[in-house]
């Protein structure tokens, strides 16, 4: 079992720092190593690696066009690298085809289902394509994708949440170790996105699935992904857990003040004079005149800077700490050239 050393270097972005991930005891149901791909001369994906583990829901993100699917056909067994390495619990693509792909279970595109029978006909007619699903297995998933009470209506009535939570069941009938999902949010309405986060999420807990998630959606993947991966025109630019985002740059920190008493170019020379940048934002007017300033800086700042304004007559109504988001890193790496690594 490897352990992943996490960085972010981003030039233009002097927030971010060197991250730790902590030792990941878990087993790894996906290594990729190396992973090269060519369409004639051009090449869309160079020296791709990252391991998947189990249990855990692993986002990998990128724009239109940064090599997203062609990295899953991959290893689906689609497309074959023409160089790198693809192992699924423990089995060579290559070599051990037929055992690697055992261990997996997919949804590339929309699932493929019969419209005019029910939930349960078209799972019991999958089911029939493998080995050793039993009815018991069939209204387990059931249970876990929670369409106990819809299972037996016609798909045709389904919404298209309900559609991608029954292709998830489909997808799992056979306990794969490995589920991969492309865009599954796709179309889905605010509740149906919802719906299908708590079903991943109850998925991996329980069956300790390792869900690979293939999406450009930042906002919800901030939300449901235990790690992400990010990939730019075919380069891996790295991979950290959210939480390790959450606590990125170190002690540095940016945060929103809302400030009121003085004029706002007083209370921004104030700050400047204490060595900051910072950024001002919205005011408000009449007899309650406010306005909002952003800085950075590390948080044992804190008592210094609120002491300095309110010691030049700026009341200081509100100071909050903004935590870094996906989409921040996201933007950093893909327009400001940084890596994560």
């Known amino acids: 079992m490897s352990t992943e050393s996490v960085s972010i270097n981003a030039p233009e972005n002097p927030g971010f720092t060197e991250i730790k991930a902590k030792n990941d005891n878990r087993e790894v149901v996906l290594e990729v190593r190396s992973l090269e791909k060519y369409f004639g001369r051009r090449r869309v994906i160079a020296d791709a690696s990252f391991d998947v583990y189990a249990g855990e829901i692993f986002g990998f993100l990128g724009p239109n066009g940064a090599g997203k699917t062609t990295t899953i056909k991959m290893i689906l067994g ?67 994708v929670g369409l106990e009470k819809r299972i037996r209506d016609k798909v045709r009535k389904y919404s298209l949440g309900m559609k991608q939570r029954l292709g998830v069941a489909q997808s799992i009938l056979h306990k794969p170790k490995l589920l991969i999902l492309d865009e599954p949010t796709n179309g889905l309405d605010p509740a149906g996105v919802k719906e299908l986060r708590n079903t991943l999420r109850k998925m991996a807990d329980e069956e300790q699935i390792a869900v690979f998630v293939s999406s450009h959606m930042l906002a919800e993947m901030d ?42 170019e007083q209370a921004l020379e104030i700050l400047r004079g204490l060595g900051l940048s910072p950024s001002p934002a919205s005011t408000t007017d009449g007899d309650d005149a406010s306005f909002n300033v952003s800085v950075r800086m590390d948080r044992s700042r804190l008592a210094e800077v609120n002491t300095a304004l309110i010691s030049a007559g700026v009341s200081v109504l509100t100071v909050a700490e903004t935590n870094r988001t996906l989409e921040d890193v996201f933007m950093a790496v893909t327009e400001g050239g940084g890596t994560i690594e």
Do not use: W
């Open 78 to 144: 689609f497309l074959f690298p023409d160089s790198g390495e693809i192992r699924i619990m423990g089995h060579d693509l290559r070599t051990e085809y037929e055992k690697a792909l055992a261990c997996v279970g997919g949804i590339v595109e929309n699932p493929d289902m019969f419209r005019d029978f029910s939930g349960l006909e078209n799972l019991k007619m999958y089911a029939d394509l493998h080995d050793g699903v039993t009815r018991e297995r069939i209204d387990e998933v059931v249970r876990l």
């Open 223 to 264: 939300l449901m992904c235990d790690r992400v991966c990010i990939i730019d025109k075919g380069v891996i630019k790295g991979v950290m857990s959210v939480e390790e985002l959450r606590h990125a740059g170190g002690n540095e920190r940016e945060f929103n003040y809302t400030l009121t008493g003085a004029p706002q």
